[in-house]
């Protein structure tokens, strides 16, 4: 039987993306040879600034036919607001993925690890560990809407929300499989049926009939505002946790919050359907402020490699991952954002070390 071989497009992007992503590779190929994985790596220097600059655009024409035949795309941070506006560069590349590739899922994991201080009084490793699922085509985010009266006194906004029961019920179906596969199997929807009076007891009552063929998994519905207070003062209650496009943005920058450094934060916006590629990358964005020192803390973008490597059907390797990542956030080296001196190349080798490279 021949091995599958998967296809990576690899793009570093800007900023700290072009340091933390040799680091992520490099890890990459350590678990990909210990586990006798076969991957296939494509580098890309488009969906870049760099790239801006020197055509006009973000990427090519041809951008969607040369990523399509990929299984997923592996990628470092995009924006340099010195020379390209924040809305250019994030729009002509990234969010054209999301939206392109029907990355309707995006996912990102919350943990405490030993050895990183929390923001959080008296919490320990273990007390923070779940996951935030968001839904990342349609809810509150629409173009729909407009203003009357523009300009007077009687100035008229509608913005509308959109919830449709195919976006709901696929990205609630995610979240039940996902709180199923683990072992607590309890899942909270966030909701705010008591304000909003229409959308959400609708998506409510979505979750109760995607929950229906999910008997084995416990649910409870959590009010955002309540929701929220409980990320800080008792996030040892949660599991998997399923929120609406802006109720998930809220939540997914609150958890990792809680859990440290912004270097350390992975995530992935997946078509789980695998009709396109997935994509993987640090929750955190280009550093200007860092980029050119070799400071930046690599975790994040190794730690998304891994979680691609479980989407890609290898959870060994993103388990024996995550365990090297625990080993040297205990035992060093440690960039500085950690309050160690180690440079992003030392922190990165001293990961792959542990999976067995030499
Ligand atoms: P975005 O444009 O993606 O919303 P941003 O540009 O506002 O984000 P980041 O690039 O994520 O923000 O940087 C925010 C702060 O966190 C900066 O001070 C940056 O130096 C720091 N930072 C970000 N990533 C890392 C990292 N991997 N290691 C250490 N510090 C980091
Ligand atoms: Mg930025």
Not at 100 to 119: H, K, M, S, T
Not at 253 to 273: H, Q, R
Not at 316 to 335: K, Y
Request: hydrophobic letters at 40%; aromatic letters at 8%; one cysteine or more.
């Amino acid at each position: 039987m021949s091995k599958k071989i998967h296809k990576i497009a690899v793009i570093p992007g800007d900023g700290i993306g072009k340091e933390v992503m040799p680091e992520g590779l490099r890890v990459l190929r350590a678990a990909a040879e210990r586990f006798g994985i076969e991957l296939q790596l494509t580098p890309i220097a488009w969906a870049s600034c760099d790239y801006y600059q020197a055509t006009g655009a973000m990427m090519p024409d041809d951008w969607k036919a040369q990523l399509q035949s990929q299984d997923a795309i592996l990628f470092g941070a995009v924006g340099w607001p010195a020379t390209v506006p924040d809305h250019v560069s994030l729009w002509g590349s990234l969010l054209k993925f999301r939206r392109e590739f029907d990355q309707y899922i995006n996912l990102r994991p919350v943990r405490l690890f030993e050895g990183v201080p929390c923001p959080l009084a008296g919490r320990k490793p273990g007390e923070i560990d779940y996951f935030v699922v968001r839904e990342n085509t349609e809810g509150e985010y629409t173009k729909l809407g407009g203003i009357m009266y523009e300009g007077t006194e009687r100035e008229i906004v509608i913005q509308e929300s959109v919830y449709s029961r195919f976006g709901s019920d696929r990205v609630l179906k995610y979240a039940f499989e996902l709180a199923r596969s683990r072992e607590r199997k309890h899942l909270t929807v966030a909701t705010k049926s008591n304000g909003i009076a229409i959308s959400m007891p609708w998506w409510d009552g979505r979750a109760d009939a995607v929950g229906a063929a999910y008997p084995e998994v416990t649910v409870d519905k959590q009010h955002i505002d309540i929701l929220s207070a409980r990320f800080v003062l008792q996030p040892q209650g949660f599991d998997v946790v399923v929120a609406s496009n802006l109720f998930g943005d809220i939540l997914s920058d609150l958890g990792p919050a809680t859990t440290g450094t912004i270097g350390l934060a992975p995530s992935a916006n997946l078509n789980p359907e695998r009709n396109f590629p997935s994509l993987f990358e640090p929750v955190h964005g280009s550093a200007p402020d860092i980029y050119g020192r070799n400071i930046a803390n690599p975790v994040a973008m190794i730690w998304s490699a891994a979680l691609m490597l479980d989407f890609l059907g290898h959870r060994e390797a993103h388990d024996a991952i995550v365990t090297a990542i625990e080993q040297v956030l205990v035992e060093g080296p440690r960039t500085g954002d950690l309050g160690g001196q180690a440079s992003t190349t030392e922190m990165g080798e001293a990961i792959a070390a542990r999976l067995g490279a030499r």
